[in-house]
């Protein structure tokens, strides 16, 4: 299988955020199961910079886009058992930032045009074309334009995958021929136009084979106006192509047995070498040398859909628990004066760094005890993976990838990997907080088994990469062959989303496809986005939910009208314990039996309805 990887960032050549992590280590992975896999990005300055003298020149064409006719080198390098691809225009890519420029429009449509102009200079012709974020949203629908003309781009199959439906690639529609080149019937017929602009995004989704969301629950939230940020008609048109697909981790990278970059490595067995990483920790950010006083950490961008909300309104209450914060991140203002603020109301307990410093977060990693991540949205979220593998245990709200990695933590039978709240409420975010540092006060045991959960977790790439490769599999029609070594993994039900080993708890992820859960808790507290302004180059800004507190609008989705599930997914399970659903579900299994049934078809009705 031939796969060409088309992304805007990679690691380790340049990253903003944990789609450069993914394509990083995704590509990789695909190889090792037998994919023939090249990566295509920009060749930006910075990568020029810092890997120009291992780069092969390969050559160099012209890519005609609109009225533009523009010179694109092509440079490559092998790696990982992966070709990877730089396209070259300095008047695009030699800039300081890799985004945010008021031309970006212009250098990813650029970007896109020459993949698909380039692709006569690849090493192979594609079956399979996956593209990333607004970025590369263009591809699939060049391949689209060019197919009409030439049969060779109508034998390239597409897969988008969402890492954050936030950033569309929203523009005025006007600007379609001049900046695109294509032709206003694209926005006529709507296949582009979304709420009046051309939106990149959904043109990509409506033309691709396959989209998926990076978490099973992302996918499944991105059919909600609360997360999909006008998206939620579209997504719901797409769902029978539509599914989420968890990310992983580097397992190499990111392994406290080895990883040269902490004080003292450690390991299930021997975790002694945990307890020197946190008091370099507590010395290194200036907190009291306390080894029984359980860290709390939050390694994050300081912006609001974090959830940084719910720690500004119970930071008080949180620090009157027997526990020390550590935050580092940079973002907004208002948080970051927020935390400045407060860390200086609690010397030697709370210490915050405004910084983005890879040395320190794995610091943090490894020597704190617990980690929050309590997010409004999560598309997947690699931090807390990252966290459990250290032994810090995560205490997350139960959203997109959050909840599909953390397990809530049932210490009566000991199950479960960290601590999870449903609400986007504060009150019970501090409700679990507290339940977190008092297991570890007061029951250590149970806290280090509970952590060895978290450790044994299995967010290795090859799993995500067999689901990947069971996509394209699906939609360039091929057979797959299994290795021998994955057979057994290969023969689990297709919707097998666990990411954790067999000793972990029995929960499953919710299905990508399922029904809104009735204690969905975000659609019930907050208001449905409003028209949000559009900027013709920016990404478009969430707009900030009311407080949580706030009485249901009545726009909101009421779980009754949503969509039925797609047929073949199974139903979802509670979060509740496993016992207690068992017990309920076989009560109540009879008595609904005939309800379900004529429920079904009425929501099969108003589904073709829609
Ligand atoms: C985006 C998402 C994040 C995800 C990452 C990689 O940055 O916000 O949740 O882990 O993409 O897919």
Same mark, same amino acid.
């Given at each position: 299988m031939k796969i060409l990887y088309v992304t805007s960032e990679a690691v380790p050549f340049c990253k903003t955020g944990g789609l450069a992590d993914v394509a990083g280590s995704l590509p990789p992975a695909l190889a090792e199961q037998g994919a023939e896999v090249a990566v295509v990005l920009p060749l930006y300055e910075r990568v020029r910079d810092r890997f120009g003298s291992q780069l092969n020149f390969e050559c160099y064409d012209y890519v005609d886009l609109a009225w533009r006719h523009s010179y694109c080198g092509l440079f490559s390098m092998e790696k990982d058992g992966v070709t990877w691809y730089f396209l070259d225009n300095e008047q695009y890519f030699s800039r300081g930032t890799l985004y945010g420029q008021a031309d970006d429009g212009e250098r990813f449509a650029f970007f896109s045009r020459a993949v698909v102009r380039m692709m006569d200079h690849f090493k192979f012709w594609p079956e399979v074309v996956h593209c990333n974020d607004?970025?590369? @949203? /263009?591809v699939p629908i060049y391949l689209k334009d060019d197919g009409v003309r030439e049969d060779r781009y109508r034998s390239i199959k597409t897969v988008v995958t969402i890492h954050n439906i936030e950033y569309q690639g929203r523009y005025n529609p006007y600007v379609l021929g001049e900046l695109f080149g294509l032709d206003a019937g694209w926005a006529k017929d709507g296949t582009i136009l979304l709420d009046g602009d051309a939106n990149l995004l959904k043109g990509a989704i409506l033309c691709a084979d396959a989209v998926n969301a990076v978490s099973p629950t992302y996918a499944n939230e991105l059919k909600m106006p609360y997360f999909a940020h006008r998206m939620e008609g579209v997504m719901r048109q797409c769902s029978n192509k539509l599914s989420g697909v968890l990310n992983g981790i580097d397992m190499k990278l990111y392994d406290p047995r080895t990883d040269?970059?902490? /004080?003292k490595n450690f390991s299930l067995e021997d975790m002694a070498g945990k307890d020197d990483c946190k008091a370099e920790l507590q010395r290194m950010v200036g907190l009291r040398e306390e080894p029984h006083t359980p860290i709390v950490a939050m390694v994050s961008r300081l912006v609001s859909h974090k959830g940084l909300d719910l720690i500004c309104e119970v930071l008080h209450d949180m620090m009157e628990l027997p526990m020390q914060l550590v935050v580092l991140g940079t973002g907004d203002q208002r948080y970051e004066e927020f935390f400045h603020w407060a860390a200086q109301q609690y010397p030697g307990r709370m210490s915050v760094r405004m910084d983005y410093n890879e040395d320190l977060s794995m610091a943090i990693y490894a020597g704190a005890d617990l980690f929050l991540m309590p997010s409004k949205s999560e598309p997947c979220g690699l931090s807390q993976m990252i966290a459990m593998r250290y032994g810090t245990v995560p205490i997350v709200r139960e959203t997109g990838g959050l909840k599909d990695t953390v397990q809530p933590c049932e210490s009566w039978r000991d199950a479960g990997n960290g601590f999870s709240f449903a609400n986007y409420s504060s009150g019970d975010m501090l409700h679990v907080i507290r339940e977190a540092v008092y297991l570890y006060k007061d029951y250590p045991d149970v806290f280090s088994r509970l952590r060895q959960r978290a450790m044994s977790c299995d967010f290795s790439w090859a799993r995500s990469a067999r689901e990947y490769l069971r996509i394209y599999a699906t939609i360039t029609g091929q057979a797959w062959p299994i290795p021998t070594d994955t057979r057994r993994a290969a023969e689990m039900p297709a919707e097998e989303p666990a990411p954790v080993e067999e000793s972990a708890p029995v929960e499953e992820p919710a299905p990508a496809e399922e029904p809104v859960p009735v204690e969905e808790p975000v659609p019930a507290e907050e208001p449905a986005p409003v028209e949000e302004p559009v900027s013709a180059e920016e990404p478009v800004p969430a707009e900030e939910p009311a407080p949580a507190e706030e009485p249901a609008p009545v726009e909101e989705p009421v779980p009754a009208e =949503? #969509? @039925? #599930?797609? =047929?073949d997914k199974p139903a979802r399970k509670p979060r509740k314990t496993a016992a207690k659903t068992a017990k309920k579900s076989e009560k109540s299994e009879k008595k609904t039996e005939k309800k379900t049934t004529a429920k079904k078809g009425t929501a099969g009705k108003k589904k073709s309805a829609e």
């Open positions: 607004w970025q590369s @949203a /263009l040269g970059r902490i /004080l =949503e #969509p @039925a #599930p797609v =047929e």
